[in-house]
């Protein structure tokens, strides 16, 4: 299901859930989450004329979400309990159909180095690393790595 800026809370309930669980190794459990501020990016992506944000469901359940726009796979979260169930998979396919379609030819994104999940996950897809690094604006500020690939292959 396409998102509204009515869905902004529920893409950050599913982002929530994802980066605590996910990001345990990255982030310490001592620091307070930047609701406000993750918040605030989801009703920017929302609203981005130039962006999409897409929901996916189990039943009535929203599990997963993913942002696309500028060229950049920009979100792609999961709820931890629907991990390894295909709900990432179907959103990242859609999102490199979306890319697709609005002509990008070479899509990016954007992850930490300490994601070796989501890594893994993008390099069996095909992303490659395109040797750009920047460093994350929440604390302890971590470094992000970017990936590329082309939307062409599958």
């Not at 918040?39 to 189990?58: K, M, Q, V």
């Amino acid at each position: 299901m396409r998102a509204t800026v009515k869905d902004a809370e529920q893409c950050f309930r599913i982002a929530r859930a994802a980066s605590v669980a996910g990001f345990q190794n990255v982030f310490p459990s001592n620091l307070k989450f930047p609701n406000d501020a993750i918040r605030a990016d989801w009703i920017s992506a929302l609203t981005d004329p130039y962006g999409e944000t897409y929901i996916a469901f189990d039943e009535s359940e929203a599990v997963g979400v993913v942002s696309v726009g500028h060229g950049v796979l920009q979100t792609l979260y999961v709820m931890p309990e629907s991990w390894s169930q295909g709900v990432g998979s179907a959103l990242h396919d859609l999102a490199l159909e979306r890319l697709r379609e609005a002509n990008v030819q070479e899509a990016r994104l954007w992850t930490l180095t300490e994601n070796h999940r989501a890594r893994a996950f993008y390099e069996k897809r095909g992303w490659s690393l395109t040797g750009r690094t920047r460093i994350v604006p929440f604390p302890p500020h971590p470094t992000d790595v970017e990936y590329a690939r082309s939307t062409t292959r599958s």
